[in-house]
């Protein structure tokens, strides 16, 4: 998915590893200004979401033609909020990048198997079992160019 603009697409991290929850949407944000350096990033709290604040940051800026959205914490958005964001993840726009974090739980589910069963870039971060945690920390060490033995 690397190669592909993240604009007018929309993706959703879920789970409870906030470590990699946090690394898929930075990598997302990343990506985005990468595509388009002159995109205003914004990021929000989903139990802080009223209509007007999701509009306005999913409806760009003045100075900028391009905009990425981060809303975190999806397991708290209010549920007259939830329509709205679903559309907006169903059909972002050409200008826009979402990027939706879930922190995994039954708390938010029902927006979450709405998100999920549009075709979004799902990247999902499941709880890392103590015995898979020597090749987890291996993997980590070789992503950032070290080595480290079990």
Do not use: Y
């Not at 990598?27 to 509009?55: I, K």
Request: glycine share 10%; aromatic share 4%; proline share 6%.
């Amino acid at each position: 998915m690397d190669d592909i603009s993240p604009f007018g697409r929309a993706l959703l991290a879920t789970g409870p590893e906030s470590l990699l929850v946090e690394r898929a949407v930075s990598g997302f944000v990343a990506r985005a200004t990468t595509a388009r350096p002159d995109a205003a990033v914004t990021r929000l709290e989903a139990a802080q979401l009223d209509a007007g604040a999701l509009a306005e940051a999913a409806g760009g800026s003045l100075f900028a033609s391009a905009t990425v959205v981060v809303v975190t914490g999806l397991g708290e958005l209010p549920a007259e909020r939830a329509d709205q964001l679903v559309g907006l993840a169903a059909d972002p726009g050409p200008d826009l990048a979402l990027a939706l974090a879930h922190a995994g739980g039954n708390k938010g589910k029902g927006v979450l198997d709405r998100l999920r069963k549009l075709r979004l870039e799902v990247v999902d971060c499941p709880t890392i079992k103590p015995w898979e945690l020597p090749q987890f920390v291996s993997a980590e060490a070789r992503r950032l160019g070290g080595r480290a033995d079990a």
